[in-house]
């Protein structure tokens, strides 16, 4: 069982930072592809950002490309994703999903959610 747990959400102004952490706690995840998702209050899931198993492979949402990055550390069996140029339709609950495999998928492919950390971007 994988338990993914989130942290560094927050109420920050527009053009803040903030650095998400997603940790595995019991089997770890460290070869397992890694995505962020948000959801916005009324609006569906939507991908953020993703990294394969081992960081070669990244893919990030355009809506977000050029200000968001993704990252890991296997060691410390731990995601990040870096939010920079934060803007207020930014605010969502974001959630940390561990995929079946070793590379980025689909939704469909999803094994564990987090329960997500709360970023609210004021203007």
């Known amino acids: 069982q994988v338990q993914l747990v989130e942290s560094g959400g927050g109420l920050v102004q527009a053009g803040d930072s903030l650095r998400l952490s997603c940790v595995s706690s019991?089997?770890?995840?460290?070869?397992?592809?890694v995505g962020w998702f948000r959801r916005a209050p009324g609006k569906e899931r939507d991908f953020v950002a993703g990294i394969n198993w081992n960081g070669s492979s990244k893919l990030i949402a355009d809506s977000v490309k050029g200000r968001f990055a993704i990252s890991r550390d296997r060691a410390k069996n731990t995601v990040y994703l870096q939010m920079n140029s934060l803007k207020p339709e930014d605010s969502a609950d974001y959630y940390c999903?561990?995929?079946?495999?070793?590379?980025?998928?689909?939704?469909?492919?999803?094994?564990?959610w987090g329960q997500g950390t709360q970023v609210t971007v004021s203007s």
């Open positions: 999903a561990s995929y079946l495999g070793a590379s980025i998928g689909d939704t469909r492919s999803v094994r564990y």
């Open positions: 019991g089997r770890t995840f460290s070869n397992n592809a």
